[in-house]
C-alpha cells in the first residue's frame, strides 16, 4: 500500500519537512511513493508527532489505490501509532490533494489543493489579529505539558496538565474582573531570590503578611535612586507637586532593624507595630532617634475605630511638615491589624457647614451639628425642681429622685405633689444638705458638715454606706430614715432657708462619694474630621446610676463611651489636646476616652469645690453681660502656699493672685509680679503693724513671682478663679 | 516639718508636704527642727543660728528709716509746740512728747542692735 501524502499539524518533524513559511510549527510531509503503510508506521515517523502531544485523530493517511482514508491514532503511552480505516467512500484524489478534517474530525472535502491547506491553516491560526484561535494552545517542554486557555470567564489561563493531556490543575489567570490571579492562593512567588522583576507600579499593595513576617530593611537614604519603597506620598513630596490644593505631607517609614545614621537619624521616628499590651490588645511602640540611640519614647493603644479603621498620629512616622499644613493621617486596623499610611490633609481653618438650627438654649438635639462641638456635656435631665420662696422649700410634683436601696439597687421614686421644709428651729446657720426622707415620704435637711460616705458610719451623720449602697441617717449610732441620694446644697440663716446653693440635677456628692444619674448625655472628643472638623464619641450615661468615691486629690468628673461608666481621674494626669481634639494621657499621650464633666477635690473630710460643666450652649457675641463676666473674680479661691521672698509661682487657670500681709514695721513692702509680661502691683505699710494687700490678674500657666519685705504674718494668699475658669 | 526645695534652696518650711501653687524641685522632711527654728534671709530659709548678724550699716539704714516713720512725726510735733507761746501746759506737753520720742528711740534702737554694742 503506497501513501502519497499525509498532513501533520502542530508537529515539529524536521524529516521530510516541507515547511510553509506562513506558518510556524506546521509541515506538510511527503512519503516516499515506495513505503507502505506499515513501513511509515513503523519507521517512526509519527514519534515526534507523539512527543508534541497533540489531539488523536490529528492526521489522516489516506491510500489512492483502495481509496481509503485512515486516520492516525497516537498511543501516548508507548509512542505508538495505529492507523485505523475510516471511509472507502471518499471523492478521488490527484497526488497534489490532500483530505482535512473539520474540527469534528469529518472529512469536510474530498479534494483539497495544498492552497486550501494553507488558507484553512491560516483562518485557524493566524495571529496577525485577522482570525482567532478558539481551542487551547498545548505544550510540552520537558516532562513537563501545559496548555493556555481562553474563553474561562472574560480572560485567559494557563493550565498544568496530565500525562494523557487533560487539566492537572490552574497555574494563573488574567482575567478582567480579577486581574492576573494565581491558581491557588498563597503558594507562588512573583519572581525569585535570584531572578526579580525591577520595578513593580501599583497603585496599592495588601499583603497578608509582608516579607514573610520578618522585618523590611529599607534603606534610609531618601534619594530618589535608593528607595525601596517609594510611595506616592512620596514621589510628591519630592517632586513638589501638591497632592491637593491644601498642600503635601509626606512620611518617610524605618524599618525596625534597620537603624538610619547621620543627619536622618536624629528627631526620626519608627513605630513597632508587633507588640501587645497585657491584655493581649495591640499597642504600637515609638521610637525616637536622638543622640546616637533610639528610645522608646511613647506606646500608643489604637483608639477606637472609624469604619473600621482608627486614624494614628504623626508619631507613628516621620511626619514632614510642608508650608502651611496642618496634620496627616495614618489607618490601623484592629482586626487586620494593617496600617495604611497615606497623606490626609486636615485644614483645621476649616469650618463644616453645619446645622445650627436644631441649637437650643438647653443643648438638646445638638447630635447632628456636633461636628464643631466637643468634649462637653449635651444633657442633663431637669428632675429635681426646686423653688425657694420666703424660707419655704418647695420640691416640685414631679420631679424624679433616686434612692439608693440595696446593692445595685436604685428606686426611682416620683414626687406625686408638691414636698415643702422650713429652716426648721434650733439656731442653725450654715450649709444644708437636703434628702428625701424615704419613710415619712417627706423632705428634710442635715447640716452638710454631717454627710460621709464609706463602710462605717461617724456616730451623728448622713451617712452613704458604699458597701450596702444605702443612706441612712445616723444619731448618736443610732440608725434612723432611710434617706434618698442627697438633692441639694441649700444655706440657712438662723433657722431660715436663705438659699439654694446646688442641686444635684446628674451629678452630686455626699461626703467622698460622688454619683452620676441616668440621663446625663456628653460628647467623648475622638479626634477631627478628614474635613478638620471635630469627631465625637456619643456618650450615654445608660439608665443606671454610677457611684464613685476615689482617693484624696484634685479629680475632674469623667463620662466614657463604653460601658457607659463614670470615672475620677486626677485633674493633671490627662488634658484636653485641642489640635488632635482628644483627652490625652498626661504621662504618654495615649487617647483617654472621657467626656470631661466637672471637678471636686476629696480630702479626708470629704468633697468640696464640686463643680459641675453647664450643657452645651453657644455663646452669643451680643451678650455683654455674660461675656465679661468670665473673666471678672469669682468666689471660689484655693490657698497657695507662700514661699521666700523671690519664690516664683504657677497661675493654675485664669484668676487672680492676692495676698494680704501684716507688716512688722513701716514701709514693708509686698509686690506681685507676672514674669510674663512684666505686670507688677506693691503695697507698703505705712505704719508698723497694719495690713498691707495687693493682686494681680493672671492667666493660666503664667509664671508669677511675689517678693516682700512685710514681716508679719501671712493673712491670706489665695488664688481666686475667675467666673470662667474651671 | 517639712522643707521645699527650688535650685538647692530652702524657699518654704511647711508643717505638712501639702504645697499649692509654689514652683519647686524637692519636698524634704526635717524631724530634726521645727519651722519656728528656720528664718528668712535674702530670699531663702536658713536656721535661725545660721543666718549671719547684720552689719552696723544695715542696722544703720532700717534705724534711720525707723526713725523717720516713728519718731520723726513726735520731733515734728514738739518743734512745733516750742515755736509757739510756753505755757506751762505746752511745756508739760512738749515735755511729754520728748519721752515719748526717747521711748520709741530705744524701742528702734533695741530691735536694730548694734552687733558691736
Redesign the interface.
Known amino acids: 500500500m503506497k501513501i502519497p501524502y499525509f498532513c501533520c499539524i502542530g508537529a515539529e518533524l524536521k524529516r521530510y519537512a516541507k515547511d510553509f513559511d506562513f506558518m510556524n510549527q506546521v509541515y506538510l510531509y511527503k512519503v516516499p511513493a515506495d513505503d507502505t503503510i506499515e513501513e511509515v508506521l513503523a519507521q517512526d515517523y509519527f514519534q515526534a508527532v507523539a512527543d508534541t502531544v497533540l489531539q488523536d485523530d490529528i492526521v489522516y493517511i489516506y491510500e489512492p489505490t483502495t481509496e481509503m482514508l485512515y486516520t492516525c491514532h497516537f498511543n501516548k503511552q508507548n509512542g505508538h501509532i495505529t492507523a485505523e480505516q475510516m471511509s472507502n467512500n471518499i471523492p478521488s484524489l490527484t497526488p497534489d490533494k490532500i483530505l482535512i478534517s473539520d474540527a469534528t474530525g469529518h472529512i469536510t472535502a474530498g479534494d483539497v489543493s495544498l492552497d486550501y491547506i494553507k488558507n484553512q491553516l491560516l483562518a485557524k491560526v493566524n495571529i496577525d489579529g485577522s482570525s482567532i484561535m478558539t481551542g487551547p494552545l498545548k505544550f510540552k517542554a520537558g516532562s513537563f505539558s501545559g496548555a493556555i486557555a481562553g474563553g474561562l470567564g472574560d480572560g485567559i489561563s494557563i493550565y498544568k496538565l496530565k500525562a494523557d493531556g487533560s487539566i492537572d490543575s490552574e497555574v494563573a489567570s488574567l482575567t478582567k474582573t480579577n486581574g492576573f490571579t494565581p491558581g491557588t492562593t498563597n503558594a507562588q512567588n512573583i519572581g525569585s531570590p535570584t531572578l526579580k522583576w525591577k520595578d513593580a507600579h501599583v497603585a496599592r499593595v495588601i499583603a497578608a503578611v509582608l516579607n514573610n513576617g520578618y522585618d523590611i530593611a529599607v534603606p534610609v537614604t531618601n534619594g530618589p535612586d535608593t528607595l525601596a519603597l517609594k510611595s506616592e506620598v512620596d514621589t510628591a513630596a519630592n517632586s513638589g507637586r501638591m497632592i491637593t490644593d491644601q498642600g503635601v505631607w509626606y512620611a518617610k517609614m524605618y524599618s525596625a532593624s534597620t537603624v538610619p545614621t547621620g543627619a536622618e537619624y536624629d528627631g526620626t521616628n519608627y513605630a513597632d507595630f508587633s507588640q501587645t499590651d497585657g491584655d493581649g490588645n495591640p499597642v504600637i511602640k515609638i521610637y525616637t532617634g536622638a543622640s546616637g540611640a533610639w528610645t522608646l519614647t511613647d506606646t500608643i493603644t489604637p483608639p477606637a475605630e472609624y469604619d473600621g479603621y482608627v486614624p494614628i498620629t504623626s508619631k507613628i512616622w516621620d511626619i514632614v511638615e510642608q508650608t502651611n499644613q496642618q496634620g496627616g493621617r495614618i489607618l490601623w486596623n484592629h482586626q487586620s491589624k494593617e496600617f495604611t499610611p497615606y497623606p490626609n490633609i486636615v485644614d483645621l481653618s476649616k469650618v463644616a457647614t453645619t446645622d445650627m438650627d436644631n441649637l437650643t438654649s438647653t443643648g438638646q438635639n445638638i447630635s447632628n451639628w456636633s461636628s464643631n462641638v466637643s468634649n462637653c456635656i449635651t444633657n442633663i435631665p431637669q428632675d429635681i425642681k426646686l423653688e425657694l420662696s420666703a424660707g419655704t422649700l418647695t420640691l416640685k410634683a414631679g420631679s424624679k429622685l433616686y434612692m439608693p436601696n440595696g446593692v445595685d439597687t436604685f428606686d426611682v421614686i416620683t414626687v406625686a405633689s408638691d414636698l415643702t421644709i422650713d429652716g426648721g428651729s434650733g439656731s442653725f446657720s450654715g450649709s444644708g444638705t437636703l434628702y428625701y426622707h424615704y419613710t415619712n415620704s417627706s423632705l428634710a435637711w442635715y447640716a452638710s458638715s454631717a454627710d460621709s460616705s464609706g463602710t462605717t458610719p461617724p456616730s451623728t451623720s448622713n451617712f452613704y454606706n458604699t458597701s450596702t449602697n444605702t443612706v441612712y441617717r445616723y444619731r448618736n449610732d443610732v440608725q434612723g430614715a432611710q434617706l434618698s441620694f442627697p438633692l441639694a446644697h441649700i444655706t440657712v440663716t438662723n433657722d431660715v432657708i436663705t438659699s439654694i446653693d446646688q442641686v444635684f440635677n446628674g451629678f452630686g456628692y455626699i461626703g467622698s462619694t460622688v454619683f452620676v444619674l441616668p440621663g446625663v448625655k456628653g460628647l467623648i472628643p475622638n479626634g477631627r474630621n478628614a474635613d478638620g472638623t471635630l469627631k465625637n464619641k456619643y456618650s450615654y450615661n445608660s439608665t443606671t446610676v454610677k457611684t464613685i468615691t476615689p482617693t484624696n486629690g484634685a479629680r475632674c468628673i469623667c463620662l466614657s463611651p463604653y460601658s457607659a461608666y463614670a470615672d475620677a481621674p486626677l485633674a493633671n494626669d490627662f488634658y484636653y489636646d485641642k489640635t488632635k481634639n482628644m483627652n490625652c494621657r498626661t504621662s504618654d499621650g495615649v487617647q483617654r476616652e472621657y467626656a470631661v464633666c466637672g471637678t471636686f477635690t476629696q480630702t479626708n473630710s470629704g468633697i468640696t469645690n464640686f463643680t459641675v460643666k453647664t450643657v452645651f450652649h453657644a455663646l452669643d457675641y451680643n451678650d455683654t453681660e455674660y461675656i465679661p463676666h468670665q473673666a471678672m473674680p469669682s468666689g471660689r479661691g484655693i490657698d497657695l502656699t507662700l514661699g521666700a521672698s523671690g519664690a516664683s509661682y504657677t497661675a493654675p487657670a485664669d484668676g487672680y493672685i492676692y495676698l494680704n500681709k501684716t507688716a512688722s514695721a513701716v514701709n514693708q513692702i509686698i509686690t506681685i509680679i507676672n514674669d510674663d509680661n512684666g505686670m507688677r502691683v506693691s503695697d507698703t505699710s505705712v505704719t508698723a503693724s497694719g495690713w498691707i494687700a495687693t493682686y494681680l490678674p493672671v492667666s493660666k500657666g503664667q509664671s508669677i513671682r511675689i517678693t516682700y519685705t512685710a514681716g508679719g504674718t501671712t493673712n491670706t494668699f489665695q488664688f481666686i478663679y475667675a467666673n470662667g475658669a474651671q | 516639718m517639712y522643707k ?1 526645695i ?1 535650685d538647692n ?4 518650711v ?1 508643717e505638712t508636704n ?7 524641685d524637692t519636698i524634704e522632711q526635717d524631724t530634726e527642727h521645727t519651722t519656728a527654728d528656720y528664718d ?1 534671709y535674702n ?3 536658713l536656721l535661725k543660728s545660721k543666718i549671719p548678724a547684720p552689719t552696723k550699716e544695715e542696722q544703720s539704714a532700717k534705724r534711720e ?2 526713725y523717720i ?2 519718731t520723726d512725726p513726735i520731733q515734728t510735733h514738739i518743734d512745733r509746740l516750742k515755736d509757739g507761746e510756753q505755757t506751762p501746759e505746752i511745756i508739760a506737753e512738749i515735755e511729754a512728747l520728748r519721752a515719748e520720742r526717747d521711748e520709741k528711740i530705744a524701742a528702734i534702737k533695741e530691735r536694730y542692735p548694734y552687733t558691736e554694742e
Open positions: 521645699v527650688k534652696k530652702i524657699i518654704a511647711l501639702t504645697v499649692v501653687g509654689l514652683n519647686y528668712q530670699g531663702e530659709y528709716q525707723a516713720a516713728e
